[in-house]
């Protein structure tokens, strides 16, 4: 059974840094690319940043270009995403995604999703 399962979440201010981690278990995580999303209150989920199963390009959504960096460690089947000069605009349920392509870790359809962890950035 695939778990994806997140940590990190938290309140923070705005202007502070916050590290999500999502462990993956019950795949091969070396062979899948790995996502970000998050969902706003009342919004749609939406892509945040993708990394492939191996080295490679990483991707942004342009609003976290040049604040959020992934990473991943496959000895450790985890995926990053170290967040920095957040905003209230970043307030929302985070959550990882595994897919066994890069261009389907960046959609919303991806082969499995994580539980999420709130992320809340107060002004």
């Known amino acids: 059974q695939v778990q994806l399962v997140e940590s990190g979440g938290g309140w923070v201010q705005a202007g502070g840094s916050l590290r999500l981690s999502c462990a993956a278990s019950?795949?091969?995580?070396?062979?899948?690319?790995m996502g970000w999303f998050r969902q706003a209150p009342g919004k749609e989920r939406e892509f945040v940043a993708a990394?492939?199963?191996?080295?490679?390009?990483?991707y942004y959504t342009e609003s976290v270009k040049g604040r959020f960096t992934i990473s991943r460690d496959n000895a450790k089947n985890t995926v990053y995403l170290q967040m920095n000069s957040l905003t209230p605009e970043d307030t929302a349920v985070y959550y990882c995604?595994?897919?066994?392509?890069?261009?389907?870790?960046?959609?919303?359809?991806?082969?499995?999703w994580g539980q999420g962890t709130q992320v809340t950035v107060s002004s």
């Open positions: 990394i492939p199963s191996r080295s490679g390009n990483t």
């Open positions: 995604s595994a897919d066994d392509s890069i261009w389907g870790a960046t959609t919303t359809r991806p082969d499995y």
């Open positions: 019950g795949l091969t995580f070396s062979n899948y690319a």
